[in-house]
């Protein structure tokens, strides 16, 4: 493996990850590698067991054409997501799918204990076997509000300030923690592994306990002076406005609509007691608004006016190719797309809104886990230790002990040959 | 020239372009280049005359230390600004200076004829020698509104509606020409020469005839995906505005805040007649605002307070460090800016807003021409045939001559050795 270029590697492996099965053919295209590069990392890599040879097409030369994938098992990810009102916790695999999971409700009236999270993560290793524990890589966290450079979380959903996340993940499982704000943790999910596939221009709208943008511009993730970039939630686009925020100002974006303030605001109207709020789901009001209670469609409409208005600004900003919308506000889907793409429609210069793609995210409640599993993935390319345990699975010693087996006569009838 | 890495050269010519005068320490440290290959590219560099040693330091060690820095006279290109109620044309050296300009007024009243941008280049031209003629590089074009691939031009100032500027300008002078909007090449301008030199995350916001920004995001020229990133002239910012934006709609924040827009709202206030409008200056509404003419006074107001709005929409989603702001608005600073801070400060989180710079530009009048030539200059780097062509000058004859002059015994006392 000594005189591969680790980029070839990241390139070929990125590749794989987001295409799931292709050909040699299509890896030279997708990484731009000149194709003795790729043949030279791929050798290597189908060597390793990192990635299989799953079949063979025809090609109209007659010369036949290898299909590959990323073993699956090659590695192993712990992904988090704390986003939402459950916390949830998933042993994720190379490429992403969910082999085991566990979540447990958040308690939204007091400060997180970090050994809730912690008891999630060993409710996950503990259904590890030992080979699976030798390739298990890394921590991805997906994570509501700020993190610092050290991974201290702020939040408020959590009652956290500063809180020392990433260092108490470190001590207790001695693995690297790689950690992202939700926003971003979704457009990563989105664009390697959903709607936005591919897109060098697109954007992740959470809506939602909180509301964020995460921004994919010209192919890369929007980090921002301190990696604190796309903080749509607190963007005041109606000054008049007096709705509270929690971050103590008025009129912010997020005061008007994420989800606890659609509740709020339908109590408001119909005169209910505050107390009412923790109780309320936002789900009832979409469920009264369809039913045509007045109070329920008068908060609706306020709520998708001012979503699209937010969404015409990240038009005209960023011009982007695709706006994928998740987060709780989606069980709406049916009653406040229609009306946010009038207010998009109206308020964008139609050159930037040509073409741009609405899409509500396909990932579903696993967008969190899926975001810290891409991140994790993505983050131990760059990781010289991590890359090399990923290019030498333990897998591939069981491969390689098929390949001594064949020496000694045997026909392997492993793949899709 | 053959086995030096281009990337070598870009990454050198950029960081004496940006810095000026540096040391070989100061360029390795900068580029992230191994020392071997800034020895080498700078030895080419310095062979052909396209840099220059232009002194020398003693260290601590008491080993010297060469100073360094680009010729000036290597390279020259045409710059064009179209931004604005003149057109200017320049003759810049490499470095950006402008050696010869011309300028001419625009007739906003009809489309502008694109003889008059000949005309105008021309006028520069006939002051080129024949040595500065064949290193005249290539054309960089500064202007309004939004080109298309093929650098066709729609801009509502010239009343332009896909004009095919560049191929006018190819065909004409037989030189690439490079275009981008005014508000990229004044970002361009400010990080390369301006008050953003060597910003990783800063954004240009120009207020004049029209309103837009110019991101570096991430060390990034944020495009989008048409390259029309920027718009933020026809943000929304208040959804029950109904000043009339000459895109169409209503309430987009140039409405509101462009010079043109300034003027209307206080010929509107004071009852003066629309007619006015052409013949009255955005700095008569300042001075009747500093005169304490409540009319003007509530204009600003409002004017200043909505461009807060726009910043704090900025620091939210960007995470910015430095905020330049530009164009003729800033003739009225002094009332401007005091409220747009506290407008910035009550609307931004604090995390995000923490640090962030805002800085009046002061590149002046010309910003228009040192965006076109620094675009003209990066992308120069950019095409084999050009990088070529700045890698040996005109003046790598002389000074080829001079070293020749050196083997025969005569000391050189070029630079301030």
Chains 1, 2 share one sequence.
Not at 70 to 95: C, H, K, S
Not at 111 to 122: T, W
Not at 126 to 143: E, Y
Not at 347 to 359: D, F, I, N, T
């Amino acid at each position: 493996m000594a005189r591969l270029a680790p980029e070839w590697l990241r390139e070929i492996l990125r590749t794989l990850y987001q295409n799931r099965t292709v050909t040699r053919a299509e890896i030279i295209e997708a990484t731009k590698l000149n194709p003795a590069s790729v043949s030279h990392g791929l050798k290597a890599l189908l060597q390793a067991g990192t990635i299989l040879k799953v079949g063979e097409l025809e090609s109209n030369g007659g010369r036949r054409r290898e299909v590959l994938n990323l073993n699956a098992e090659a590695a192993y990810f712990l992904a988090v997501d704390l986003e939402g009102t459950r916390m949830q916790f998933g042993l994720t695999n190379l490429v992403g799918d969910i082999r085991y999971r566990w979540s447990s409700d958040i308690d939204l009236s007091q400060s997180l204990p970090v050994e809730s999270v912690l008891d999630g993560i060993q409710a996950v290793l503990k259904n590890l076997d030992a080979a699976q524990r030798s390739q298990l890589l890394a921590v991805g966290v997906s994570h509501p509000g700020f993190a610092d450079s050290e991974g201290r979380v702020t939040a408020v959903n959590l009652n956290w300030s500063d809180f020392p996340l990433r260092a108490a993940l470190e001590r207790a499982f001695d693995l690297p923690v790689f950690m992202e704000d939700a926003h971003r943790t979704c457009i990563l999910a989105e664009r390697w592994l959903g709607a936005a596939k591919g897109s060098r221009n697109c954007m992740y709208v959470i809506v939602g306990n909180g509301v964020g943008v995460g921004v994919f511009a010209d192919g890369r993730l929007l980090e921002g002076r301190d990696g604190i970039a796309g903080e749509l939630g607190h963007v005041v686009l109606d000054s008049a406005a007096t709705d509270p925020c929690r971050c103590g100002r008025t009129g912010c974006l997020e005061a008007v609509v994420s989800c606890p303030n659609i509740v709020r605001q339908y109590l408001e109207k119909i005169g209910a007691s505050p107390e009412r709020l923790a109780a309320y789901k936002v789900t009832e009001v979409f469920d009264r608004a369809r039913q045509g209670d007045s109070s329920a469609l008068a908060v609706v409409e306020r709520v998708a006016s001012r979503l699209g208005l937010a969404f015409s600004c990240l038009v005209n900003l960023f011009n982007p190719e695709i706006i994928v919308i998740g987060g709780d506000v989606v069980y709406g889907e049916d009653l406040i797309l229609p009306r946010l793409r009038t207010e998009l429609e109206r308020r964008s210069l139609p050159r930037a809104l040509a073409g741009v793609q609405l899409k509500v995210s396909s990932l579903g409640l696993d967008i969190g886990l899926k975001g810290a599993a891409a991140l994790a993935f993505r983050q131990s390319l760059l990781n010289p230790v991590l890359l090399k345990k990923i290019c030498s699975p333990m897998a591939a010693v069981r491969l390689h002990g098929g390949a001594r087996k064949r020496k000694r006569g045997r026909r392997s009838v492993r793949g899709a040959r």
